[in-house]
């Protein structure tokens, strides 16, 4: 990875953030020392990427699990792409509440739900999607539950991964959620 003007690079030349970051996916100042990053574009089989996944959640690493679920999301089988975009969103979401981000966090949680109740017909490799729909719907209740009225970490509407996020919630402002304690089961549901 190499900078050529304002953008990190790959050796093809392709725009590739090389920045270091943390265990929840923000980036950090150039130099300093973050967590190792999911490779990309790895192609794993199925069952390699649900224990991948939940190593990095049970790690609190969710941001690291949605790109191992992007990764089958954009690999695999065009049929079971609802699947995994459905766990990306869930491992999201998870990010977005352990940043403090409650609101987006609750919205990616239940689109994620949602996106796992409608896939109904396809393999699911060992876990079950109703239950983790139940979980992300349960876990987006308890955070809209604890969190303030009003747009929280991100007042820019944006929902992504790298949306800006408060690191630490203000004065009355719930503690952003446990990654690692609110960890789903991918296998045997949530």
Not at 32 to 38: D, F, I, L, N, S
Not at 135 to 142: F, H, I, K, S, Y
Request: aromatic share 4%.
């Amino acid at each position: 990875m190499e900078r050529r003007g304002e953008r990190d690079r790959d050796g093809a030349g392709r725009a590739r953030n090389a920045r270091p970051r943390d265990g929840l996916g923000r980036p950090l100042p150039y130099g300093a020392e973050g967590v190792e990053r999911q490779p990309e574009g790895v192609v794993r089989a199925p069952a390699e990427t649900v224990r991948e996944a939940q190593r990095l959640l049970d790690a609190g690493r969710p941001f690291h699990a949605h790109e191992v679920f992007e990764d089958a999301w954009k690999s695999r089988p065009a049929a079971e792409a609802p699947l995994w975009r459905a766990l990306a969103q869930l491992a999201v979401g998870l990010t977005h509440a352990a940043r403090g981000n409650r609101t987006g966090g609750a919205r990616l949680l239940r689109r994620g739900a949602q996106g796992l109740t409608e896939y109904a017909d396809g393999p699911a490799y060992g876990m079950d999607p109703g239950a983790l729909a139940s979980w992300g719907r349960a876990l987006a209740d308890r955070i809209e539950a604890a969190a303030p009225p009003g747009p929280d970490a991100d007042s820019t509407g944006s929902t992504g991964p790298d949306a800006p996020t408060t690191d630490s919630p203000g004065p009355g402002s719930p503690a952003p959620v446990d990654a690692a304690a609110e960890a789903p089961r991918l296998a045997g549901g949530g």
